[in-house]
């Protein structure tokens, strides 16, 4: 039986960028390779289209670098809301734009964070689907790839609640741990939702791959 849910969408993006010695979120994406130029899209803007069509809106959660994100934000349609102590961590993060995702009248979301190559939005979409075709006791599906878990997940009102009644310190994936039997892992041939881009050498990896 298919449920109906509500999905906002979530893109965590407060980080400070401090091994990549430059904002994460305002990375090219694609990247210049020989024989073409960089995008002038970026990790943000196209994070942004990877979870628009499966969501009713899209929420971008930024801390001290809310300034130079909200340009993008503002012109794709999609929110901004700043973290008022990024330096608690990324948990703190998410619980500030599930509470957005919540008093909006949603009661699911997608999460994915900005420090990473855009899933596809097939690969978004079938996720949400997986979410949507789950029995009621799954609270969550989480994407997998080549025996690895990733990004972008989706979660439910009864997941959004434990992770909205945890401190701001914890983490989403000892949470997650509590209760294994409410997590749904969804095997997706995208290799994006694992690919974590963190120092200029990931990056120039990333590039070499797609050249």
């Given at each position: 039986?298919?449920?109906?849910?509500?999905?906002?969408?979530?893109?965590?993006?407060?980080?400070?960028?401090?091994?990549?010695?430059?904002?994460?979120?305002?990375?090219?994406?694609?990247?210049?390779?020989?024989?073409?130029?960089?995008?002038?899209?970026?990790?943000?803007?196209?994070?942004?289209?990877?979870?628009?069509?499966?969501?009713?809106?899209?929420?971008?959660?930024?801390?001290?670098?809310?300034?130079?994100?909200?340009?993008?934000?503002?012109?794709?349609?999609?929110?901004?809301?700043?973290?008022?102590?990024?330096?608690?961590?990324?948990?703190?993060?998410?619980?500030?734009?599930?509470?957005?995702?919540?008093?909006?009248?949603?009661?699911?979301?997608?999460i994915t964070l900005v420090d990473r190559p855009p899933a596809a939005i097939a690969t978004v979409d079938h996720l949400r689907r997986a979410f949507e075709a789950a029995p009621s006791n799954i609270w969550a599906v989480v994407p997998e790839f080549s025996g690895k878990h990733g990004h972008p997940y989706v979660i439910g009102r009864e997941m959004i609640e434990h992770f909205l009644q945890a401190p701001a310190t914890g983490n989403a994936r000892d949470i997650e741990h509590r209760y294994p039997e409410r997590i749904e892992y969804v095997s997706v041939d995208d290799p994006f939702v694992v690919t974590n881009i963190n120092t200029p050498e990931d990056y120039a990896a990333l590039t070499a791959r797609l050249s």
């Open positions: 039986m298919f449920r109906a849910p509500s999905f906002g969408g979530v893109i965590l993006a407060a980080g400070e960028s401090s091994r990549m010695g430059t904002d994460k979120a305002l990375l090219a994406w694609p990247p210049a390779t020989e024989g073409r130029t960089a995008s002038s899209e970026t990790f943000l803007s196209a994070a942004i289209r990877s979870l628009e069509r499966s969501t009713d809106f899209v929420v971008i959660v930024a801390g001290k670098n809310s300034g130079a994100l909200a340009p993008i934000i503002y012109s794709l349609g999609s929110s901004l809301v700043t973290n008022p102590d990024p330096d608690q961590g990324q948990f703190s993060s998410l619980q500030v734009g599930l509470r957005e995702v919540m008093n909006r009248g949603r009661d699911a979301a997608i």
